[in-house]
């Protein structure tokens, strides 16, 4: 049975910091390019930043230079390093497993997330 299980997230003020954790169980994480996501109130749900399986990054451009995502194959685990946190980066975050080149076809039912939110 597979399970991505998010932690980290909290209340922050504005230019704060916070580190995302993501665990998973029951794949085989190495060869799966992982992605945090978020979903804000009212809004659809999309990528902040992945890593591929080979351990290229990509970033949405509203959190380049402030976020960070990193991979640990053998904790099976991905990291969201969060820094200059911003009001508008208040959602909950995901991760999960996406296909080549393709972010939003994920493999993996949704975790319950973590939530963030940034006070002004």
């Known amino acids: 049975q597979v399970q991505l299980v998010e932690s980290g997230g909290g209340l922050v003020q504005a230019g704060g910091s916070l580190r995302l954790s993501c665990t998973s169980s029951?794949?085989?994480?190495?060869?799966?390019?992982m992605g945090w996501y978020r979903q804000a109130p009212g809004k659809q749900r999309e990528l902040v930043a992945t890593?591929?399986?080979?351990?290229?990054?990509y970033y949405a451009d509203s959190v380049k230079g402030r976020f960070t995502i990193s991979r640990d194959n053998a904790k099976k685990m991905v990291y969201l390093q969060m820094n200059s946190l911003k009001p508008e980066d208040t959602a909950v975050y995901y991760c999960?497993?996406?296909?080549?080149?393709?972010?939003?076809?994920?493999?993996?039912?949704w975790g319950q997330g973590t939530q963030v939110t940034v006070s002004s």
């Open positions: 999960n497993a996406h296909r080549d080149g393709s972010y939003s076809f994920v493999f993996y039912s």
């Open positions: 029951g794949i085989i994480f190495s060869i799966n390019n």
């Open positions: 890593v591929t399986r080979a351990g290229s990054t």
